[in-house]
Nanobody, 123 residues
């Protein structure tokens, strides 16, 4: 069993900053991609940023230059630093990880999600 727990959401004024954190725990053998998604009311969930196990990163066009994703492979964590936040960044942010988990007899590949953390950008 693998669990992802996010933290760091909240209310911030336009132009402000927030850092989201996500920690993966459980029977983890390895983690490949770790990502942040977001879902605004009435909209589909969208990819915000992704990082590979080697540290390569990619960002959605709307957040390039403002958001930075980083990970600590030793701790199985991924952060999202969000600067110059805009009202349109308001959403529930979800952590996602592609995990190879292990038990005594086998390895299993799965995609896991956190419970989500609310980010509200408003004056």
């Amino acid at each position: 069993q693998v669990h992802l727990v996010e933290s760091g959401g909240g209310l911030v004024q336009p132009g402000g900053s927030l850092r989201l954190s996500c920690a993966a725990s459980g029977s983890i053998f390895s983690i490949s991609a770790m990502s942040w998604y977001r879902q605004a009311p009435g909209k589909q969930r969208e990819l915000v940023a992704r990082t590979s196990s080697s540290g390569r990163t990619m960002y959605a066009e709307l957040v390039k230059g403002r958001f930075t994703i980083s990970r600590d492979n030793a701790k199985n964590t991924v952060d999202l630093l969000m600067n110059n936040l805009k009202p349109e960044d308001t959403a529930v942010y979800y952590c996602n990880a592609d995990v190879v988990s292990s038990d005594l007899s086998s390895y299993n590949l799965g995609s896991y999600w956190g419970q989500g953390t609310q980010v509200t950008v408003s004056s």
